[in-house]
């Protein structure tokens, strides 16, 4: 099929390459001509695995091409994927979605003839009739445009894996039996084949989709993590605790680790907009466990600052600490709402001074956080550290020897934010460590 994709970020330029390897010929179509000159170019402006690699596979082939016209996206195919950001809004829980209505607006104009429009990105429930109307306002083809929705589930780091190989494909259409649907189905042919659980549904519960997987992953996440704060009260250790959880097969171990909880750019923002959605809709009741699980997420982190203050006696003015980490995960170099830049800045405004070092985001930190310090090397980063913190869980980090460590820092005295550096090797190393909920 030839297909466009709207909105070339993370999701857009990830959906696009994709759809080339699954055989498609494809155009994307974003309005930043200088993010449209790298992709064209074969690269992402930002780090996801291997998408490099599949950029530069199809985009020397031909098989994938970038533009910033609307027009020439219009023309070039009739299936149109949109992917644009919905950011939370400023000030407020709601989503954003000037970005999305923006790109309908601009788009409409130029659909002379029988299209589908495919949204993927995230939205309160309720917005699929906004966007048929828009489209029928404004589109010369009128009501020949049709709306249909296909939310994203993808996973930083496994992006590439979870569009083209994914848990389960949701599709949502005005009405059964559909043309969109039809053009739907015949895109992810290869997808449906593989044997990928396919649900067809309305609109609303298609928009519902994303939201409600990632309020209840978010969720078990701050539950796991609420149950850290038991554990460190009673000595308890919480990481075998999710162990035994994680067999009862009604629970499951999968996104049960405790830590220092959530960041990015979803997960934080899914379950406030969730919320905000919910009470428009006069459901917010419904909702209120969200914001305990909010709550104990931003928690997570005052909980690392407390336990930095206590291993430096409680005195951080001037000390040096260094951070492990500034992506909100590993494998990527976003740092959307990370809690390892949140606890870094904490500790700046405390009075510490902080060096952070990351595999791959510290362009993005230098940015957003130009008065904390930044060295490449971790064993260089926590040069004469009267504290280390681990807060990202990249590998490289756990592989560092502690005992060589040991002789580049001021003080053998380190907190442990993602429970993943092993505790009896770092103690017999010489090393007080800290980690949450655990002994």
Known sequence: MKLTVIGCGYLGATHAA????????????????????????????????????????????????????????????DLHFIGVGTPQQ??????DLSHLFTAVRQLAPHLTRRAVVAVKSTVPVGTAPRIRDLLHEYAPAGDAVEVAWNPEFLR???????????????????????????????????ITEAGTPT???????????????????????????????????SGADVTQLAEILGHDVRIGRAGMRPGLGFGGGCLPK??????????????????TILREVDAINNRRRERVVTLAREQLDGDLAGRRITVWGAAFKPE????????????????????????????????????????????????????????????????????????RLASRVASTKAVDGRGTLDPRCWREAGWTLRALGRP
């Open 18 to 77: 994709c759809m080339a390897e699954l055989g498609h010929e494809v155009l994307g179509m974003d309005s930043d001509v200088d993010k449209v000159h790298v992709l064209n170019t074969g690269k992402a402006p930002f780090h996801e695995r291997d998408l490099d690699d599949l950029l530069a596979r199809h985009t020397a082939s031909g098989q994938l091409r970038f533009t910033a016209s609307y027009s020439e996206a219009a023309g070039f195919g």
């Open 90 to 95: 400023p000030g407020a829980h709601a989503y």
């Open 156 to 190: 930083e780091a496994r992006a590439i894996e979870d569009t083209v190989r994914p848990d389960r494909l949701v599709l949502g259409f005005e009405k059964e039996g559909s043309w969109a649907e039809a053009v739907l189905r015949e895109c992810f042919e290869k």
């Open 199 to 233: 649900i067809a549904t309305d609109w609303a519960t298609a928009e519902l989709a994303k939201t409600s997987a990632n309020a209840f992953l978010a969720t078990k996440i701050s539950f796991i993590n609420a149950i850290a704060e038991v554990c460190e009260a």
């Open 270 to 287: 899914d379950i406030r907009g969730f919320m905000a959605s919910a009470g428009e809709l006069g459901a917010d009741q419904a909702l």
């Open 332 to 403: 990527t170099d976003d740092i959307r709402d990370s809690p390892a830049l949140a606890v870094a800045q904490r500790l700046h405004e405390l009075g510490a001074t902080v060096t952070v070092t990351d595999p791959k985001a510290l362009d993005n930190a230098r940015k957003a956080h130009p008065e904390l310090g930044y060295v490449e090397d971790p064993i260089a980063a926590a040069q004469d550290a009267d504290l280390l913190l681990h807060l990202t869980e990249w590998p490289e980090f756990s592989r560092i020897d502690p005992l």
